[in-house]
């Protein structure tokens, strides 16, 4: 196949051909990653298939099917609707917070009779597509100047303020870090950043008068697990015991005795990392770790092969969007810092979340497929 | 290539590269992180983990038993069968298998409410008692029935049981919950749930060697306290066995004499002191305190005015009366104000100060020595006696024979009784101390206090040649059955064989006070004294309408009773007191009870025969 071509159209592939285009290296990690969650999952019940692990296999063939899909359609179609997927996503989150249900106390989902859509998770991809789309259209000088700035800071600030009042700090926190990495890439001066910091820090006694009184405990906790074991510093003190007494090796496969005597409470989601830091130790967790930032790395990897600004954005950022999670939730088991409710990708039981990492899988396996392609600043196949 | 891409590139190629740096720089965090908590930290990680996994629970060990000297069980541990109900197998439905269950157990609504309070406060898996102690038969149709009772379970515990019931009631004692004080400084032990202790008696004596050592048991349990297996299991010591000095057959007979009584009867081996017999009556069952009293019960055991509840041995405080006789003698002949053949006249009454005492005689008894009016009983002598002698001497003599201090026994709620003296009326009563009240004292009577307990120390020490035993309820292990265990009194041999021949008289001789208590056991006979004590002062009216009959008047009025007895009077081995209390004359009722139990003894002599516990160490 005659790839080397600068003009390169989506049209110009077919289906057979973008599938055999694919990353199978990527795709080999992510099954590393979702093998060792099935292996976690089955664990944590006690040896037991149902009810986690099964269910979470098929979410993840379902979510392959998604992946496959999502790298199928061209990048520069991904480029033309990214506005109007940003726009509909931002429109369920406005529905879900008039119609939404009550679910864990905190209106999250709509219901579609089959499936329940989770609108903020819809929107961490959809931001980093829009944002994406936003700066391949500019200069590094429009980048640079503040007026530039005012729309995608609109466009991030906008979906924060619907998710923290669902209320949701885990995905705000990861919707506003995951864009603030991608103003970071595009070359907005560390100055702003600073500055934005400052302002962050002197708001911070207003912000704490909007805080839920959970979230404030969650807070209160974080600082002082230990003053109150029973209570509410009990999630993080069992969460480091179960890490720790791990040791080096771990206790063997399904011998964890703090997954196995139930400990940890909700161990299948948040605290999943615990079971398997337990049972294999730190030679897993360190592991486990590893791969993530083989799967992250590969990512960026990806990103650098393309040749559209575009692409290279969008892998980066949805790469990075996947440290943030992993980090952020590796560093909340481990107990630096406070519990905010992220999930450890691929491996947290939860069926949207791992639709959504799929869905963003298959547009960096887009980029992938379609690096050669190069985009115009108004998204035209040539300037 | 397009221009803009220049800049723009090279931008973004340079914060990615730094972002890449800051990630890099993050995982080394969590990795450190890691090894802190997974390396440097796991030793006290997996302790904790282990602390979590790992419950240790104490095992109630068995009580010790309780034996007569003979191995006759006096408390006993029995199965106690109880139905417990665990929700969470009940298929989700509690009230249908407690329903199902009221067609073989009926329960009350207020037990239904209990059920219901204590199934919703506990884990669904933590049994809860229906009720305690069902009867074989309601054990067999539970069991029977099982299928239809889900959720339903019988659990066995021991509980204590007392076969003898109340003929042992207040000398064995009973047990209870601990009081919260007694949780708060005892062992973990005593949290246990049904956890009994000693309450009174022997049980609350000895606690420590009928308690025993608890066991403990090593459980895995989950978050929730749900155990998931046993671990290791370590039985503890069941409680030590106790046998006692009491005879069972004695205290068999002091009761069925006594029962319709509110009285006393203590037996000593006066070598020994140790306690063959030790009854008080009326008695309660014990065994209604295990398995729970009624409002009812408790209200006629707390206001009975025979009280029940007392151990009138250790616990009842007398006028010891002319059962005290012997000790003001003693202390006149020692300090030779009186010789064994001295006569005093007894007229009937006599003028000391400006009192006029009278003797029980009306008549008077007329010249009499020593011997005779102890025989006689006769009041006039001791007046006199006691005159002469002064309190300080007589109270002396009293001291040594044990009277105004504790025996010692090893038994709860033992009472001092009193012995005046003339500086104890002047600082407690703030009165001069008078002549009569030294007459009195003589006769027993005014002041001076005394318990069953120490009036059989002191018969024992006047059968035993003047020894003060400590009296005890175990025998020991190296028990010598011929040897003193007394303190030696250093009185007068040929003083000590003068009371106990005015002590035969009494019983022996056709003129004596009691008589009635006369018996010939293969030759063995007994010797004793009688004491009435008046509760009531007779008042110059009714001396001069002339007494009334003790019959006639009211029980709560009535003399009490006593009676004090050694035999057999060759070789003695055996002291006896008896009080009656209000029971009219020593030697009208209390002699003959005292008679009883005396020719029990010396037909059964148990002194000398091999305890239990001798014939156990011996393999016998």
Request: charged share 20%.
């Amino acid at each position: 196949m005659a790839l080397s071509s600068l003009h390169l159209r989506d049209a110009d592939l077919s289906l057979r051909d973008r599938f055999f285009r694919l990353s199978w290296g990527y795709i080999l990690l992510i099954c590393l990653v979702a093998i060792t969650g099935f292996v976690v999952l089955y664990s944590a019940a006690n040896g037991h298939w149902k009810p986690w692990a099964a269910k979470q296999f098929w979410r993840f063939v379902l979510g392959f099917g998604v992946m496959i899909s999502v790298s199928m359609v061209g990048l520069r179609t991904w480029l033309k609707y990214a506005y109007v997927f940003y726009a509909l996503s931002l429109f369920l989150l406005i529905l879900v917070s008039v119609f939404g249900h009550i679910g864990m106390g905190a209106q999250r989902w709509i219901s579609l009779g089959f499936i329940r859509i989770q609108p903020s998770e819809l929107m961490k991809i959809a931001l980093i597509l829009a944002l994406s789309r936003y700066f391949h259209g500019g200069s590094l000088q429009d980048a640079q100047s503040i007026s530039y700035l005012f729309v995608p800071l609109i466009m991030v600030a906008m979906p924060a303020v619907l998710v923290l009042r669902q209320p949701d700090l885990g995905t705000t926190i990861l919707l506003t870090a995951g864009a603030g990495v991608l103003f970071f890439l595009v070359g907005v001066q560390i100055w702003k950043f600073a500055a934005l910091g400052g302002v962050g820090l002197l708001s911070i006694p207003i912000a704490w008068r909007f805080l839920h009184d959970y979230q404030k405990e969650r807070v209160f906790t974080f600082l002082d697990p230990e003053r109150d074991p029973l209570g509410k510093g009990y999630h993080i003190m069992q969460s480091k015991i179960t890490l720790g007494s791990g040791g080096f090796f771990g206790k063997g496969f399904l011998q964890g005795t703090q997954s196995r005597l139930n400990f940890l409470p909700e161990k299948q989601t948040d605290f999943i990392f615990t079971v398997l830091a337990e049972e294999f130790g730190m030679v897993a967790s360190v592991s486990l770790l590893v791969l993530y930032l083989a799967l992250i790395f590969y990512g960026y990897m990806i990103a650098f092969r393309s040749n559209s600004y575009f692409g290279r954005l969008l892998a980066l950022g949805l790469s990075t969007n996947l440290f943030l999670y992993v980090f952020i939730n590796i560093a909340m088991v481990m107990g630096l810092l406070p519990v905010v409710g992220v999930p450890l990708p691929m491996i947290s039981y939860g069926g949207t979340v791992m639709l959504t990492l799929m869905f963003s899988f298959g547009l960096v396996e887009c980029v992938n497929i379609d690096r050669e392609v190069q985009i115009g600043r108004r998204g035209a196949y040539d300037d | 290539m397009a221009t803009y891409d220049g800049d723009k590139g090279k931008m973004l190629t340079r914060r990615a590269a730094l972002t890449v740096g800051g990630e890099l720089v993050m995982s080394a965090v969590l990795m450190g992180r890691m090894y802190y908590l997974q390396v440097l930290e796991a030793d006290r990680y997996k302790t904790l983990a282990e602390e979590n996994r790992i419950s240790t629970r104490l095992l109630a060990p068995p009580r010790g038993l309780i034996f007569d000297r003979f191995g006759k069980p006096l408390a006993e541990n029995r199965q106690n069968f109880r139905v417990q109900v665990i929700s969470e197998q009940t298929e989700g439905n509690l009230n249908a298998t407690l329903e199902a269950l009221m067609k073989i157990l009926p329960l009350s609504d207020g037990e239904i409410q209990r059920i219901r309070k204590e199934v919703r406060r506990s884990r669904n898996f933590t049994p809860v008692t229906i009720r305690e102690n069902l009867t074989w038969e309601e054990m067999a149709a539970i069991q029977l029935n099982a299928p239809d009772l889900p959720g339903i379970i019988i659990d066995e515990g021991l509980s204590r049981f007392y076969p003898m019931k109340e003929k042992f009631a207040h000398l064995i004692g009973y047990v209870g919950a601990p009081s919260e004080a007694e949780i708060e400084k005892g062992p973990p032990l005593l949290k246990l749930p049904g956890f009994y202790v000693g309450k009174t008696g022997i049980e609350l004596q000895y606690e420590n060697k009928l308690r025993g050592k608890e066991g403990t048991q090593r459980v895995e349990v989950n978050a929730v306290g749900r155990v998931i297996r046993e671990i290791e299991r370590d039985e503890g010591t069941p409680g030590a066995v106790l046998p006692l000095s009491i005879d069972m057959r004695l205290q068999n007979i002091a009761y069925e004499k006594m029962k319709d009584y509110s009285g006393s009867a203590v037996m000593l081996d006066i070598y020994t002191g140790e306690v063959l017999l030790l009854m008080s009556t009326p008695s309660f069952n014990p065994n209604s305190f295990t398995y729970g009293l009624s409002v009812d019960e408790w209200k006629d055991l707390t206001t009975n005015p025979k009280n029940p509840l007392l151990n009138k041995v250790l616990g009842g405080l007398y006028s010891p009366g002319s059962t005290f006789k012997m000790v003001v003698a003693l202390a006149a002949l020692e300090a030779g104000v009186v010789r064994p053949d001295t006569k005093i006249n007894c007229s009937g009454h006599v003028v000391i100060g400006n009192h006029r005492f009278h003797c029980w005689k009306g008549s008077g008894h007329g010249d009499l020595t020593l011997r005779e009016a102890l025989m006689h009983s006769c009041d006039i002598y001791f007046y006199e006696i006691a005159r002469r002698t002064g309190i300080e001497k007589i109270s002396a003599m009293a001291r040594r024979f044990g009277f105004g201090a504790v025996t010692g026994i090893d038994l709860a709620g033992e009472k001092a009784g009193l012995m005046p003296t003339r500086r104890w009326k002047e600082l407690v009563r703030g009165e001069q101390w008078l002549q009569g009240d030294t007459c009195n004292t003589g006769i027993g009577q005014g002041y001076v206090l005394a318990t069953p307990l120490q009036l059989a120390v002191m018969a024992a020490a006047l059968a035993n040649d003047g020894y003060k035993v400590t009296p005890r309820l175990t025998v020991p292990e190296n028990r010598n059955p011929n040897e003193h265990s007394g303190i030696a009194l250093n009185l007068s041999k040929a003083h000590l064989q003068l009371m106990r021949e005015g002590m035969f008289d009494v019983i022996n001789n056709p003129k004596g006070t009691a008589r009635v208590a006369k018996i010939d056991i293969n030759g063995k006979l007994i010797a004793g004294k009688t004491g009435t004590t008046q509760v009531k002062r007779i008042t110059i009216k009714e001396r001069e309408d002339g007494l009334r009959s003790q019959d006639e008047l009211p029980w709560e009025e009535r003399n009490h009773a006593l009676f004090v007895a050694f035999g057999p009077t060759e070789n003695p081995r055996y002291a006896l007191s008896v009080v009656i209390e209000h029971g009219g004359g020593g030697g009208t009722t209390a002699g003959p009870v005292a008679r009883d139990i005396m020719a029990e003894a010396l037909k059964l002599d148990p002194a000398f025969r091999p305890t239990y516990l001798h014939t156990k160490k011996t393999g016998k």
